[in-house]
């Protein structure tokens, strides 16, 4: 092993001298209390108090002024995708550097992905590189995007706050209001992060949630569409439940649509977690701070802190290799994961992927040198706060030895 691998696979079991997780959900607080609550009064699917008041405290929390909660956040990116008017053969341009669903969803929707690259700052969608190329790419024909090379509409662009990170939005909002492309934020990740003073998710048309069990704040499974638009979220509700139009007895549906209501049972556990949220994210970048402590002056290796422009909530964090040390990246997983320490490569970029292989793309160097030189590193919403538990026990433990 080189002696950067050997010296960061250190550093880590320093730090985490037991087996540590990637991200685990944590629940301290009222969980137990509302779930009974569900299961005593039998209030356990798609209605109940949860829900609704699961959606209203997310709206507080995000100043967003509709929040409508699904099953899980890919559902809410597929219902974003199609109030924005995505259709069959649209193309929509979405960074090849993230989560499947974000490019799955697009492919439910019957379009298909147009895959562009990230920026080092933020490892989002890097506006100026996209701005260039779809100078040479795309132009407006009847009010509509078209892309030059294939004939077909660009509808859309999903952005993704990576890693809780958040894209740097103004240049690509600006880019959208250019090009006609209705903007949607795959803000999955980002619950509690910031662009400027606004939280993430309010710039799109639509933006998607996800409160998977890996996620800052979880309702076991769970999603939800944020917006700011009543028309959309009217739709949103709609479509999310069966296009049931209301009625005392009678089962009257107005279109095909989908069972994507968040169960009361899922937003009970929510409504606890979301009290213990801000707690979650003062540890996290506490953590945060910590990581940077450890891994500044480590010659090779940098240690991925929010852009300048933003809050981030630091889901997942993110120790970046220099491009001369990629090699000791794939040592450092190994030696770190035979330790029990989970650390994890950043996702296989979506172009790599065998049923996106033939989707149009642009130049994606950054993606792939980041996909290259990106480690994930434990996260847990409170594990900043059991380190130092640990370290005060030790220091304890030396002062009475
Ligand atoms: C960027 C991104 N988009 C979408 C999703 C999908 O969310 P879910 O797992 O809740 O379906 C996730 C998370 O899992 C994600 O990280």
Redesign the pocket.
Known sequence: MSSLAKKITAILIELFPEPVVLHEPIFEGNEWDYVKQCLDTGWVSSAGKFVDRFERQLEEFTNSRYVIAV???????HICLQLAEVQQNDEVLIPTL?????AN?VKYCGAIPHFVDSDEKSLGIDPKKLEDYLKEIAEIRSDICINKKTGRPIRAMVV???FGHPVDLDPLVELCNRYKLKLIE?A??SLGSYYKEGHTGNRGVLS?L???G??VITTG???AILTQDKNLAEQARHLTTTAKVPHKWDFMHDCVAYNYRLPNINAALGCAQLEQLPDFLTNKRLLAEKYNQVFCGVEGVVYFNEPSYARSNYWINVLLFNREYVDDLEAVLKQTNDQGIMTRPAWNLMHTLPMFSECPRMNLSMAESLRKRVINLPSSPTLFRELNQKSSRADDGEKNS
């Open positions: 099953v899980n956040g890919t559902t809410a990116l993230t989560f499947v669903a974000t969803t993704v706050h990576t795959d999955a990740e998607a996800s409160f998977n890996n996620k499974g769970g999603g």
